[in-house]
C-alpha cells in the first residue's frame, strides 16, 4: 500500500485545490517534502492526521491532544483550519483526500482508496468522511455502519486502512523520537505496547489465538450439559452488556471531557475581559501576553532539557568546597617539598664551595713558596 494522491481544498494555508501527486516512478520510490519554516510542512503532515482520523487525532500524537485542549475542544481547534482568505470570500468548508493504491482487504478487490473528510464551518457538529473503493461506496462500509456501530468509515480507516496505534509511529518528526524515548507513565507504556504489537505484526498472531481459543469454546460448547450450555450463554450475555456499558461510559467520559475543555476556555476568555474592564490594557495586548506566556514556558521546557543533561556534574558541584580543600592541601604540600629542596641545596652549596676555596688556597700557598725560592736562589747567584 502506498499514497498515490493527497488533495488540500482551503484547509489552513492552502487555498482553493491543491493536487500534491505521491506516485513512485519505476526505481524511485522515496518522496521528500522540504520547505523553509512556515511554508507548510507540519500543516502538510497534520493534514493527512486529521482526514484518516478526525477527532481521533488527539490519540496519534500528545501535540494535538495539547493544541485542542488550548483552543477549548476539537470543534473550535478544527474549525478555524478553513483558510482565512476563503473564509473573506464566502466560502465555509474545507476538506483533505487521500488516495490510497495497492490496499490489500480480505474479501475485497481494488485498485484505490479515497478517504475524504469535510468539515463546514456553518452546519457541520462534526466531520463527514466519505470513502469510496474504486470510485464507489462499499457494502462493507455500510455493514459496519448498521451492525450497530457508528461511524462505519472511521471503523474502516483503522481497521483496513492504518490503526490508530501504528500512526505514532507513522506520523512523527524528531520531537516525536524525544518524547517516545521519554515515556515513563503507566498508560503510556500501555499504549506504547500496543503500538509495538501493531507495528511489528504481533497483533496477528494474537488475533489467531484468540481464533483458536474461540474455536475451542464452540466444541466444548457443543459437548456440555444443558444447564452449562444456559449458564454459559447468561454469562456471553452478561459480558456483551458490559462491553456495552463500557463503550457507553467511555462516550460519556469523551462528552465530558469535551465539555470540560470548552468550559475552561470559556472561564480563560471570562478572566481575560474581567482583567481588562479593570485595566487599561486591550484585549490585544492580553492575547500578546498570552503568546509570550506559551514562549516562555516553550523556553523553560528547554531549559528544564538542559538542566537534566547537567544532572552528571550535579555530584561535584555539591562537593565543590571538599575539591577545593583538596587542591589547596596538595598546593601546600607541593610548595613545602620545593621549599625542603630549596633548603637542603642552599646549605650543601656553602659547604662545597668552602671546600673548593680551601684546595685552590692550598693551592696557591705552595705555588707561591716554590716561587720565592726560586726567586732566592736566583738573587744569591748574581
Known sequence: MYIKEIELNNF??????????LSPEKDKNIIVVSGKNGFGKTTFL????????????QNVDELYQKEIGDKGGYGKYIGNSLNRLAKSEGDTKFSVSVTFRDVKIPEITCNEIKITRTYDIVTSASDKVEVLVDGFQNELIQDLTTDGKQDGEEIFIRDFILPIEIAKFF?????KIVSLAEINSPEQRRLLSKAYTEVLGIKKYEDLKDQLESIQDEYRKKS??????????QIIADIDKTQIDIEEIEK????????KLEKANASNDIQRKLIQEGNQMTLEQLNKLKEEEGILNSKLSLLQD???ELFDLIPFGLAGETLMEV???LTNEKNYRTNKFIQEDVGEKPTKSLMILSKRKNHFQLLFQRKSEIFTRTKSKT
Open 306 to 308: 538542559d538542566l537534566k
Open 12 to 21: 489552513r494555508i492552502y487555498k482553493g485545490v491543491n493536487k500534491i501527486n
Open 252 to 259: 460519556s467520559i469523551q462528552k465530558i471531557n469535551d465539555e
Open 171 to 175: 506520523f512523527f518528526d524528531a520531537e
Open 46 to 57: 497534520m493534514s493527512l492526521v486529521w482526514c484518516l482520523y478526525g477527532k481521533n487525532m
Open 327 to 329: 587542591s589547596i592541601q
Open 224 to 233: 456440555a450439559k444443558p444447564q452449562e450450555k444456559s449458564e454459559l450463554s
